[in-house]
């Protein structure tokens, strides 16, 4: 895994823009598989500055994104659908159909999980797939103990999870319990991967994923050590656990 360590959470996100960027640039109808969480914003505030700058287009590339809450009604402000609306989508000129979520309207949910790595595959799989982790090294909502070949679909939250993400939610109002996922099987399957990773709060999910040398279903994102292009983008507070002994390290 290459690892790259910034000095702010903006001077990461600024470098997986400028990722994004050329490889848009280079192929614009390119498949991005796309993460939403805090730790995303400043990226996605980079990515509507580079396209007001008129240095990308969305036009021609298609999304799919990681995962949506299951039970929060249409259009509430906490569903990821509105997250990435008003981080990205209702900014730029992506094309509205090519924009993809888990189908968390579906009456069958499992059809729907099934359906979406359809719809992943026919466009190709995903040529970059952009990844948060949890404190608990849940990657997309494939939390602990979740089997590493399930299809997508319907995963349970861990209280871990709905505690982190009660803070976007108003006093009151709880976390969803469940939720539609894109598979680690299907993440893996990405032909680059960059993890994101920012903030004292993600040290010990970093620390444990970098030393990880078995994948262990108990710690989801360890899945990825055997992707051969995954590459780790943090702050310096993320990555103040590390031992960086024997691996390419690039800091900035
Ligand atoms: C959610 C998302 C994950 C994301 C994680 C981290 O649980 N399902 O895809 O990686 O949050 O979020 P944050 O960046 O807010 O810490």
Do not use: W
């Not at 702010?8 to 939403?36: H, M, Q, W």
């Not at 249409?74 to 900014?91: A, K």
């Not at 299907?186 to 993890?195: C, D, E, G, H, N």
């Not at 040398?213 to 310096?236: G, M, R």
């Amino acid at each position: 895994m290459k690892l790259s360590v910034f000095q702010s959470a903006d001077l990461a996100a600024n470098y997986v823009c400028e990722l994004l960027v050329d490889r848009i640039k280079v192929f614009p109808s390119s498949v991005l598989g796309l993460a939403t969480g805090g730790t995303t914003v400043p990226l996605y505030n980079a990515l509507v500055k580079s396209f007001r700058e008129g240095e990308v287009s969305f036009a021609q590339a298609t999304t799919f994104n990681l995962d949506e809450y299951i039970g929060l009604p249409e259009g509430h402000v906490q569903s990821y659908r509105c997250f990435m609306n008003t981080h990205l989508f209702n900014i730029v000129d992506i094309k509205q159909c090519r924009i993809h979520f888990p189908d968390v309207t579906a009456e069958n949910l499992s059809e729907a999980g099934l359906a979406y790595d359809r719809l992943i595959e026919d466009a190709g799989s995903i040529d970059f797939q952009l990844l948060g982790i949890g404190r608990n090294g849940h990657i997309g909502f494939n939390e602990p103990d979740a089997s590493f070949d399930a299809a997508s679909g319907i995963r349970e939250l861990s209280e871990t999870t709905r505690a982190d993400n009660q803070r976007f939610f108003t006093a009151g109002e709880s976390v969803p319990s469940h939720a539609l996922s894109m598979s680690i099987d299907q993440i893996l399957k990405a032909r680059k991967i960059v993890l994101m990773a920012t903030g004292f709060r993600k040290a010990d999910a970093l620390a444990r994923l970098f030393s990880s040398q078995y994948k262990l279903e108990s710690f989801p994102a360890s899945a990825l050590i055997d992707h051969h292009n995954v590459e780790i983008v943090c702050d310096s507070e993320a990555a103040i656990n590390l031992d960086l002994a024997g691996h390419e390290v690039v800091c900035c």
